[in-house]
C-alpha cells in the first residue's frame, strides 16, 4: 500500500500533484506504519533484551549527536554549577543517555505485560502510603505531580494495579493525530486521558468524583506557566498539578519512577503536599523543590535533553508575564540571566538610548546587565546604577579581539555565559562582534542592511512606527517585555 502511493506520487504530472496537506497527511501515515513497524518489533524481543538494547542506543546517540551532548552539559552546568567538573557531568551525561534509551525501548514493550509480571519488574517503595492515598475516604480525588523522570511512560501503566480509584492522566495532543492516537492506546489502557487544552472541566469532574489524575509538571510551560526559581534559576513553570488539587480540594502528592537495575524499577512517593491556605504559587513552587531534591539524588534520571529554562521569544524580559513572576524569601541568590547590550557609537545616540537601556533592568529580577561600548563612552555607562558591568572596546579594536574581550567576560569564575545580546549600532561590524562571540541570541536591526547583517542576527527587530530614534529604543525595550511604554506612534496604530 505504501509503495503503490508512492509511485502514484511520483507518476502525477506537475498539473495533477497533490496539496501541501495532503502531501503532509501522506508523510504521517508513512510515519505511523513505520513506527508501528519498530514498536511492533521491540514487543517482539524479552523486556530484559529491549533494556540492554536502549542502553547501546542511548550510549549511540550520545556519542553520534554533538547538539544534544551540548544541551544535556548546558542544563547540568545550571542545575549543579560548580559541584560537577567538566569530566563529572560528562560521566553524568553518558549514565544518562544509557538509561534514557533502555527506559524508552522498555516503555515500548512493558504495555504488553501482564499484571503479574508487572508487579515483578515495579517495586512500589511504601506500599502502606499507596494504599492510603487510594483509599477513597482521605480525599475526594488525587493530583499525582508527575516528571520526566526514570521510566515516566510506566506511570500509565500503574493503573493495572489499581482497583480502588479510577485513573486518568493529562496529556498534549501532538500534531500528527494518527501518531497521537497510537501513543494514547497504550497510555489509555485503563487509564481515562484528558486533552489539556480542551478537556480540563472534563478532569475537574473526574477528580471531584475520586478520580486519580497525573499531571506533567516539570516542562517549559510558555505564556500558561509562573516564571519561578527551578535549581535558582527562573524557569516557566506549570501550575495545572496545584490549581487543580486547589479547585477540587484533591490531595497533592509528588511521585517518580527511579531505575534500580536491568529491567527493574521503584516507584517513590513524596508525603502529600499541603494546599490549605497557600496560594498555587507556593503550591507549585514546593512541588519543584521536591522535585530538584529528586534530581539531586539521581542526576542521570532526569530529562536533560528538555530545554527547561528556554528564554521566551521574542520577549524575553518578564514584566508583563501573564501569571507574574513568584519569588519566595528563601531565594535569595538567583542565577543571573546575562544580557550583553552592544551601545551605539556616538554620545549623542547613547544619551538617547540610555533610558530604554536602563528600563531593561526591571524586566526581571536576575538580570544581570552588561554595555559593551567603545572606551570614549565607559564613564557615561559607568554613571548608571542599573549597569552592572561595562566592557570597553579599544580604539581600533579588530571584532575577532572584541570577540575575545567578551570570551574571557564569559569565563570567569562563577560567572554565567552570556545569554542573548541586543545590538544597537547598525553596522555589520557590530553584529559580527557579538556573532563571533557565540551569544546564542544576537537581537537587532536587519533592515537594508543586506544578506551578511541578516545572517548575523537571531531575533531582527519588527518595523517599529517610530519618527524619532528616542521612541524607536523605547520601542525595543517595550518589545523585549518591560514595562516602558512604546513610542506614541506605536501607542496610536
Same mark, same amino acid.
Given at each position: 500500500?505504501?509503495?503503490?502511493?508512492?509511485?502514484?506520487?511520483?507518476?502525477?504530472?506537475? @498539473?495533477?500533484?497533490?496539496?501541501?496537506?495532503?502531501?503532509?497527511?501522506?508523510?504521517?501515515?508513512?510515519?505511523?506504519?513505520?513506527?508501528t513497524l519498530v514498536i511492533g518489533t521491540i514487543r517482539a524481543l524479552p523486556l530484559i533484551l529491549c533494556f540492554r538494547l536502549g542502553e547501546i542506543l542511548g550510549l549511540l546517540v550520545y556519542v553520534s549527536i554533538a547538539y544534544y551532548r551540548k544541551l544535556v552539559d548546558q542544563n547540568l552546568s545550571i542545575a549543579f554549577g560548580e559541584n560537577f567538573s567538566q569530566r563529572e557531568r560528562a560521566r553524568i551525561a553518558r549514565h544518562y543517555f544509557r538509561l534514557l534509551g533502555a527506559n524508552m525501548l522498555s516503555a515500548i514493550k512493558i504495555p504488553t505485560l501482564s499484571t503479574i509480571r508487572l508487579r515483578e519488574i515495579l517495586t512500589i517503595e511504601d506500599e502502606m502510603s499507596f494504599k492510603n492515598f487510594l483509599d477513597g475516604?482521605?480525599?475526594?480525588?488525587?493530583?499525582?505531580?508527575?516528571?520526566?523522570?526514570?521510566?515516566?511512560?510506566?506511570?500509565?501503566?500503574? @493503573?493495572?494495579?489499581?482497583?480502588?480509584?479510577?485513573?486518568?492522566?493529562?496529556?498534549?495532543?501532538?500534531?500528527?493525530?494518527?501518531?497521537?492516537?497510537?501513543?494514547?492506546?497504550?497510555?489509555?489502557?485503563?487509564?481515562?486521558?484528558?486533552?489539556?487544552?480542551?478537556?480540563?472541566?472534563?478532569?475537574?469532574?473526574?477528580?471531584?468524583?475520586?478520580?486519580?489524575?497525573?499531571?506533567?509538571?516539570?516542562?517549559?510551560?510558555?505564556?500558561?506557566?509562573?516564571?519561578?526559581?527551578?535549581?535558582?534559576?527562573?524557569?516557566?513553570?506549570?501550575?495545572?498539578?496545584?490549581?487543580?488539587?486547589?479547585?477540587?480540594? @484533591?490531595?497533592?502528592?509528588?511521585?517518580?519512577?527511579?531505575?534500580?537495575?536491568?529491567?527493574?524499577?521503584?516507584?517513590?512517593?513524596?508525603?502529600?503536599?499541603?494546599?490549605?491556605?497557600?496560594?498555587?504559587?507556593?503550591?507549585?513552587?514546593?512541588?519543584?523543590?521536591?522535585?530538584?531534591?529528586?534530581?539531586?539524588?539521581?542526576?542521570?534520571?532526569?530529562?536533560?535533553?528538555?530545554?527547561?529554562?528556554?528564554?521566551?521569544?521574542?520577549?524575553?524580559?518578564?514584566?508583563?508575564?501573564?501569571?507574574?513572576?513568584?519569588?519566595?524569601?528563601?531565594?535569595?541568590?538567583?542565577?543571573?540571566?546575562?544580557?550583553?547590550?552592544?551601545?551605539?557609537?556616538?554620545?549623542?545616540?547613547?544619551?538617547?538610548?540610555?533610558?530604554?537601556?536602563?528600563?531593561?533592568?526591571?524586566?526581571?529580577?536576575?538580570?544581570?546587565?552588561?554595555?559593551?561600548?567603545?572606551?570614549?563612552?565607559?564613564?557615561?555607562?559607568?554613571?548608571?546604577?542599573?549597569?552592572?558591568?561595562?566592557?570597553?572596546?579599544?580604539?581600533?579594536?579588530?571584532?575577532?579581539?572584541?570577540?575575545?574581550?567578551?570570551?574571557?567576560?564569559?569565563?570567569?569564575?562563577?560567572?554565567?555565559?552570556?545569554?542573548?545580546?541586543?545590538?544597537?549600532?547598525?553596522?555589520?561590524?557590530?553584529?559580527?562582534?557579538?556573532?563571533?562571540?557565540?551569544?546564542?541570541?544576537?537581537?537587532?536591526?536587519?533592515?537594508?542592511?543586506?544578506?551578511?547583517?541578516?545572517?548575523?542576527?537571531?531575533?531582527?527587530?519588527?518595523?517599529?512606527?517610530?519618527?524619532?530614534?528616542?521612541?524607536?529604543?523605547?520601542?525595543?525595550?517595550?518589545?523585549?517585555?518591560?514595562?516602558?511604554?512604546?513610542?506614541?506612534?506605536?501607542?496610536?496604530?
Amino acid at each position: 500500500m505504501i509503495k503503490s502511493l508512492f509511485n502514484n506520487e511520483i507518476s502525477m504530472t506537475h @498539473a495533477h500533484r497533490p496539496s501541501s496537506s495532503r502531501r503532509q497527511g501522506l508523510f504521517s501515515l508513512l510515519q505511523v506504519y513505520l513506527i508501528t513497524l519498530v514498536i511492533g518489533t521491540i514487543r517482539a524481543l524479552p523486556l530484559i533484551l529491549c533494556f540492554r538494547l536502549g542502553e547501546i542506543l542511548g550510549l549511540l546517540v550520545y556519542v553520534s549527536i554533538a547538539y544534544y551532548r551540548k544541551l544535556v552539559d548546558q542544563n547540568l552546568s545550571i542545575a549543579f554549577g560548580e559541584n560537577f567538573s567538566q569530566r563529572e557531568r560528562a560521566r553524568i551525561a553518558r549514565h544518562y543517555f544509557r538509561l534514557l534509551g533502555a527506559n524508552m525501548l522498555s516503555a515500548i514493550k512493558i504495555p504488553t505485560l501482564s499484571t503479574i509480571r508487572l508487579r515483578e519488574i515495579l517495586t512500589i517503595e511504601d506500599e502502606m502510603s499507596f494504599k492510603n492515598f487510594l483509599d477513597g475516604s482521605c480525599a475526594p480525588g488525587v493530583v499525582v505531580a508527575i516528571s520526566h523522570f526514570g521510566n515516566w511512560e510506566m506511570n500509565a501503566q500503574l @493503573a493495572n494495579l489499581l482497583r480502588e480509584r479510577r485513573a486518568g492522566a493529562i496529556y498534549q495532543r501532538l500534531r500528527n493525530k494518527a501518531l497521537d492516537d497510537l501513543i494514547n492506546a497504550d497510555r489509555s489502557q485503563g487509564v481515562m486521558t484528558f486533552d489539556r487544552k480542551r478537556d480540563l472541566p472534563a478532569a475537574v469532574n473526574f477528580l471531584r468524583e475520586g478520580g486519580l489524575l497525573g499531571v506533567l509538571i516539570d516542562q517549559h510551560a510558555g505564556d500558561s506557566g509562573i516564571w519561578m526559581p527551578f535549581f535558582h534559576k527562573l524557569a516557566s513553570t506549570s501550575p495545572l498539578a496545584a490549581t487543580l488539587a486547589k479547585k477540587t480540594g @484533591a490531595m497533592l502528592i509528588h511521585a517518580t519512577i527511579h531505575t534500580i537495575g536491568p529491567a527493574r524499577w521503584i516507584l517513590r512517593l513524596n508525603p502529600p503536599t499541603p494546599t490549605e491556605d497557600r496560594t498555587v504559587a507556593q503550591i507549585t513552587y514546593d512541588l519543584n523543590c521536591q522535585l530538584a531534591q529528586k534530581i539531586q539524588e539521581s542526576p542521570q534520571e532526569w530529562f536533560w535533553v528538555h530545554n527547561r529554562w528556554k528564554l521566551p521569544f521574542p520577549a524575553f524580559l518578564l514584566a508583563r508575564v501573564k501569571r507574574g513572576i513568584y519569588l519566595p524569601k528563601e531565594e535569595t541568590a538567583l542565577q543571573p540571566l546575562k544580557l550583553l547590550v552592544r551601545s551605539p557609537n556616538w554620545l549623542g545616540d547613547a544619551c538617547m538610548a540610555a533610558p530604554a537601556i536602563c528600563s531593561l533592568k526591571k524586566g526581571r529580577p536576575d538580570l544581570h546587565l552588561t554595555i559593551l561600548t567603545p572606551q570614549k563612552l565607559t564613564a557615561l555607562w559607568k554613571s548608571f546604577d542599573e549597569v552592572d558591568e561595562v566592557i570597553e572596546i579599544p580604539p581600533k579594536a579588530s571584532p575577532w579581539l572584541v570577540a575575545r574581550k567578551l570570551k574571557k567576560s564569559n569565563r570567569r569564575q562563577g560567572q554565567p555565559p552570556f545569554e542573548a545580546a541586543l545590538v544597537l549600532p547598525n553596522s555589520i561590524r557590530s553584529a559580527l562582534e557579538v556573532r563571533l562571540a557565540n551569544i546564542p541570541r544576537c537581537i537587532g536591526r536587519t533592515e537594508k542592511k543586506g544578506v551578511v547583517r541578516q545572517w548575523l542576527i537571531h531575533q531582527p527587530f519588527p518595523k517599529f512606527a517610530c519618527t524619532h530614534q528616542a521612541d524607536e529604543y523605547h520601542a525595543v525595550a517595550h518589545w523585549l517585555g518591560t514595562t516602558i511604554p512604546p513610542c506614541k506612534e506605536e501607542q496610536r496604530a
